[in-house]
């Protein structure tokens, strides 16, 4: 499978759901959407918070079909960034990595499970916030974006 942007290098779980923050809203023409590729057989997908049409994209998640293994991808970042924070559902988690500049920065970083708890939350409630380089996005779906989620998170644990 191709890592269309990133692979993850480090996990450090920080948070528990007792400390939830509240879904935020949606953003206007971002909603997560899923695609499945057939490479060589072997089924991958990608999880992108985008702006459909273009390829506004802060944020996507790429796994092999049962793998439990997701990659995040982050790509026109700052050079220096060495980590990002996700959070969903009181679920957080750091992650450390590189940033390579080739044409555009890339982020690279270690993987995660799709089962962890970061994923579960992100599946029951439809939303992600991602810090990185100092800056917050919240990242909430639409009802089909939470399908997307769902199917996502399903179609990498197995």
Known sequence: MKRILVSFYSVLALGGAANAAPAPAVNNGYD????????E??????????????????????????????????????????????EAGGQRVRLTGTTEADDM????AQEMPATSP????????GWLRMTADGATVDMAA????KQAIARFVKFCAG
Do not use: H
Not at 32 to 39: K, P
Not at 67 to 73: E, S, T
Not at 105 to 108: I, V
Not at 118 to 125: D, E, G, I, Q, V
């Open 32 to 39: 997560w959407a899923m695609r499945v590729n057939d490479e």
């Open 41 to 86: 057989r072997a089924q991958s997908a990608i999880l992108a918070y985008e702006v459909d049409g273009t390829d506004d994209q802060p944020l996507n998640f790429t796994c092999e079909e049962g793998g439990d293994r997701v990659f995040a991808g982050i790509s026109g970042g700052a050079l220096n960034l060495t980590a990002i924070e996700l």
């Open 105 to 108: 920065p890339t982020f690279t």
């Open 118 to 125: 970061l994923f579960r939350a992100f599946a029951a409630n």
């Open 142 to 145: 639409t009802p089909g974006g």
